[in-house]
């Protein structure tokens, strides 16, 4: 069963930084990981996803890296702004033998980027 | 393309009542997702549907709960009886060919 694990839990930062947010997961037979945020009391917004043949996907100041054999993923958020405070998720698609499964989600990283 | 979409938002109800979930996934998806969100578990799979049949079903908690999906344009979570304990938001998801979808979630309050 595919286990997914957010490091750190929560992270308070000054305005300016660059900061990275960890992912591990157990199982490396994976489609493709995702990272989310969320907003207190919203729903999931989708940031990034990296295919399991990928190393790497950005999107502006994001920037998402997977190590598949490591079963490890970063997402380096350059230059925060108070208006990345959020809680992202980090979550794997994986496949069964009957093909893709459900998403397994990690339990997030409370970030919060003081002004 | 509306996304999709989720009824009721909001749900109370008093604990020992049936209550139902609606969901609606984009057109064209094949795939569809209910997930329960709690301070507790954080986010998990209940039950996922492939052209409309259910494959997994493993993360129902109890048989209170079931989900169907008549068609490729509709499906429901049902809890009956509800508990307090099944307070929680529950999303729902659909996916075309590689990325997952969500809906903006119903919270559920049982009291």
């Known amino acids: 069963k595919q286990e997914v694990t957010q490091i750190p839990a929560a992270l308070s930062v000054p305005e300016g930084e660059n900061l990275v947010l960890n992912c591990s997961f157990t199982?490396?037979?994976?489609?493709?990981l995702q990272w989310f945020r969320q907003d207190p009391g919203k729903g999931l917004t989708s940031l990034l996803l990296?295919?399991?043949?990928?190393r790497e996907q950005t999107s502006g100041r994001l920037n998402a890296s997977l190590d598949k054999s490591s079963g490890r993923s970063t997402l380096y958020i350059a230059a925060s702004q108070p208006g990345d405070s959020a809680t992202y998720l980090c979550?794997?698609?994986?496949?069964?033998?009957?093909?893709?499964?459900?998403?397994?989600f990690g339990k997030g990283t409370h970030l919060i980027i003081q002004p | 393309d509306a996304g999709v979409i989720q009824s009721p938002r909001h749900e109370v109800t008093e604990m020992g009542q049936e209550v139902t979930l609606r969901c609606k996934p984009i057109?064209?998806?094949?795939?569809l997702f209910w997930y329960r969100q709690t301070m507790m578990r954080g986010l998990e799979l209940l039950i996922y549907?492939?052209?409309?049949?259910?494959?997994?079903d493993s993360g129902m908690p109890e048989d209170r709960f079931s989900a169907k999906m008549p068609n490729a344009s509709f499906s429901t979570l049902k809890i009956q009886p509800s508990e307090p304990r099944d307070s929680a938001v529950y999303f729902c998801?659909?996916?075309?060919?590689?990325?997952?979808?969500f809906g903006p979630g119903t919270r559920l309050t049982v009291t």
């Open positions: 998801a659909s996916r075309g060919l590689t990325r997952q979808y």
């Open positions: 199982d490396s037979a994976i489609y493709n």
């Open positions: 990296i295919q399991s043949s990928q």
């Open positions: 979550a794997v698609d994986s496949y069964s033998g009957g093909g893709a499964d459900g998403l397994t």
């Open positions: 057109s064209g998806h094949n795939s």
């Open positions: 549907f492939n052209n409309n049949v259910p494959i997994d």
